[in-house]
């Protein structure tokens, strides 16, 4: 790891020996977080959008998204392999036969594709959606990456937020996820105003207790959204936001506990600036990120400097 944090684009880099530039797919699917089988109205932060705002219409055909995107990716970046990121709602609730046809389709839609990455929720995932993307990996050569939205480890919070899955279904979906060789991504939120400090240390070592090289993060910070609940709740007053000194404490103490071979992939959230309530304190994310390195700087502090796996041993260290 060079530098104060291990960048997502130096494991991509690493790993094909060049940026891979993600594709992001909206694909017209919902979440049992909404329609009532895990719970109503979804997260609080959850807009009508499902969490995406950066990809087309879901009314797009999959194949049409994948290739506009590539053509406006493509020639602005230079970039030549891509990753087709299925971002919005929970990619694995639908039935299997059309789960089939969606990633087929995908895979196919262009040349260029080393990876897959799918977004969902821990309680949303089972053998048989990884049995079916082991088949597509071994024909297509492509990398499966299983994005999972934890947010919080403070079971608390993620009552308060209504996430409507538990930790341990985390710790339950990334132990099968990792059986199957794939990567994880976990999305994690910095400043939610429920946590503390020590919650964002005890997810850096949650992750890091279960996650190692080729995996990532997306700390995010809190972005409010009108029409959203939580929205509601910031304009009833009924929370402060942490301030930026505060993200910046949160933020640098999760990567000093977090292992240092997991790659960083986002350090803020962002949204629409059309219905943004609350983003980033209302400054450009790269002045907060900007303002975050400096903070780690001054502070000496860098990804993993207070990681440790906990192993003593065994007793026969302490023998005589
Ligand atoms: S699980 Fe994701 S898509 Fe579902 S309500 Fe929560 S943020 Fe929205």
């Known amino acids: 790891m060079e530098g104060l944090y291990f960048k997502y684009s130096d494991l991509q880099k690493a790993l094909y020996g060049q940026k891979v530039y993600k594709l992001p797919v909206n694909y017209a699917v919902s979440c049992p977080n909404r329609d009532g089988t895990k719970g109503y109205g979804g997260c609080i932060f959850c807009s ?4 995406s705002h950066e990809a087309h219409e879901n009314t797009v055909e999959i194949s049409s998204q994948i290739i506009k995107n590539k053509e406006y990716i493509g020639p602005r970046y230079g970039a030549k392999l ?13 039935p299997l036969d059309i789960f089939k046809g969606m990633i087929n389709t ?3 839609a262009t040349d260029g594709i080393v990876g897959l990455s799918i977004s969902t929720r821990p309680d949303c995932i089972d053998e048989r959606y990884l049995d079916f993307l082991k088949e597509i990996k071994e024909k297509y050569s492509v990398g499966i990456t299983i994005e999972l939205g934890l947010q919080s480890v403070n079971e608390r919070t993620l009552e308060k937020i209504n996430r409507g899955h538990t930790l341990s279904d985390y710790v339950k979906s990334v132990i099968l996820i990792k059986s199957y060789g794939f990567n994880v991504c ?24 279960l996650c190692g090289y080729g995996d990532s993060v997306k700390i995010h910070t809190l972005y409010i959204e009108d029409g959203t609940v939580i929205g509601e709740m910031y304009k009833n007053g009924e929370f402060e936001m942490p301030d930026m000194e505060e993200y910046f404490i949160r933020t640098s103490s999760f990567l000093a506990n977090l292992k240092p071979d997991i790659a960083i992939s986002r350090l803020t959230g962002r949204v629409s ?7 980033n304190w209302g400054r450009s994310h790269w002045v907060v990120e900007d303002g975050l390195r400096e903070y780690m700087t001054q502070n000496g502090i860098i990804q993993g400097i207070n990681y ?5 041993g065994g007793m026969g260290r302490f023998r005589a």
């Not at 891509?82 to 639908?94: G, I, K």
């Open 106 to 108: 995908a895979v196919n």
């Open 82 to 94: 891509f990753d087709v990121y299925f971002q919005s709602y929970t990619n694995t609730y639908m």
């Open 48 to 51: 009508e959008k499902g969490s």
């Open 308 to 312: 440790s796996d906990g192993n003593t």
């Open 186 to 209: 976990t999305h994690m939120i910095s400043t939610l105003p429920w946590d503390t400090e020590n919650d964002l240390i005890d997810g850096a070592k949650m992750i890091s207790a």
């Open 273 to 279: 600036s059309e219905t943004a309530l609350f983003e």
